[in-house]
């Protein structure tokens, strides 16, 4: 490694604090991103920031028919939060599948999100359960909040604090993930319910596929909203030359794999309701 | 690997072919790039941080101009070396075409390679990072070259476009 200063603040103000003071300073949630790049040298912040000991970022609440995650939540929290699992299972079952047991214990929610891998499971979900993400100084929607490969919204010296999920409808996430890495090579999360005027709504998110990260399937959901089963899927693709092609797997294998997941994921849904 | 891409460019061809020789308005719209020095009509020597994600390298390296055809085409060349993290190589032919109402039609077949650590670790997304930057820069470019028509930079068509959904 290399030389950098590690700082642990004990409030989220001096969290921010630290990150406004240092022109290259870095925040470090569970670190399953940024630690290795720091290892290799490919990344040499001045400065980081450890949100480990902030105490309002870990608890996993109920509040106002919401689900409230706070940002340092680890995966295997959520995995294993009996919370998580009564009131949004498909959440929690999304948490379980995220990597390995070594990236769980120590991967966050908040560090997902802020990173914004194009190939990260969190953000499918935060997308099809109109998540609001809530930072230190403001709230963003989830569909506001991811703007394109490794990119979101947040400034550098913003902290993502909570994570809220609205609660009600149904929804399931299936991805099929790299054999090594367990990254999606195409995972989609598909949720059913009821929108603000009480109208059906369908919101299907696909991730790992895309080139510039997570997306909405504007086409798959106009097609759930008039049949929800698998075969209504059938009909429809995903254009190859827009998504992901890399050592793993083309843009039409990536294409191909998410209306799997997608028809997987909706199959899920039917069979248990 | 290989991309391309059309860009609509809200102003005459002279004028865009005096852009795409102008180290100001290259160092502007070439993403990261903080220092571009001309050492010839067709040299620059270069700085360029690539930040994606969690990396962040300073690659530094040379720029070349060449085959030129003005005002219709040239090739543009880079590489750099970003010490250990590796390198990055790449270019693109840029072709420049008389459009409708008195705009250009940029067209460009680029081609980018990286090696080195940065490749190892990041395979699963040199070919989306590639695309990323060559889209940056041609919508940078066309807003340098004729800043007030922004509707058209809705039309931006680089086949990798960074929209969110396909």
Known sequence: MFAFAYHRPRSLADAVGLLGAHEEAKPLAGGQTLIATLKQRLAAPGDLVDLAAVPELRAIALEDGRLVVGAMARHADVAASPLVRASLPALAALAGLIGDPAVRNRGTLGGSLANNDPSADYPAACLALAATIVTNRREIAAADFFTGLFETVLEPDEIVVRVMFPLGGEGAYAKFPNPASRYAMAGVFVWRGAGGSGEELVRVAVTGAGQGGVFRWAEAEAALAADFSAAALEPLGLPAEDMIEDIHGSGAYRAHLAGVMARRAVTRMAGAG | ?166
């Not at chain 2, 693109?92 to 109402?101: H, M």
């Not at chain 2, 080195?116 to 940078?140: N, P, V, Y």
Request: aromatic share 6%.
């Open chain 2, 1 to 166: 690997m290989e991309l391309t891409g059309a860009q609509r460019i809200e102003a005459p061809r002279e004028a865009v072919w005096q852009a795409l020789n102008d180290p100001d308005i290259l160092r502007q719209c070439i993403p990261g790039c903080q220092e571009l020095l001309q050492s010839s009509p067709t040299s620059f020597t270069a700085r360029v941080v690539l930040k994606i994600g969690p990396v962040k390298a300073t690659f530094s390296g040379a720029v070349t101009l060449s085959d030129l055809d003005p005002p219709h085409r040239y090739r543009i060349a880079g590489e750099g070396q970003g010490g250990v993290a590796g390198f990055a190589r790449g270019g693109a032919d840029v072709r420049l075409e008389p459009g409708e109402d008195g705009a250009t039609l940029l067209t460009y077949g680029a081609q980018a390679q990286v090696g080195g650590k940065i490749a190892q670790l990041g395979a699963r997304l040199i070919d989306s990072t590639s695309r990323k930057l060559a889209g940056e820069f041609f919508a940078a470019f066309a807003r340098a070259v004729a800043p007030d028509a922004r509707e058209s930079l809705a039309n931006a068509s680089p086949s990798a476009a960074d929209e969110a959904a396909p």
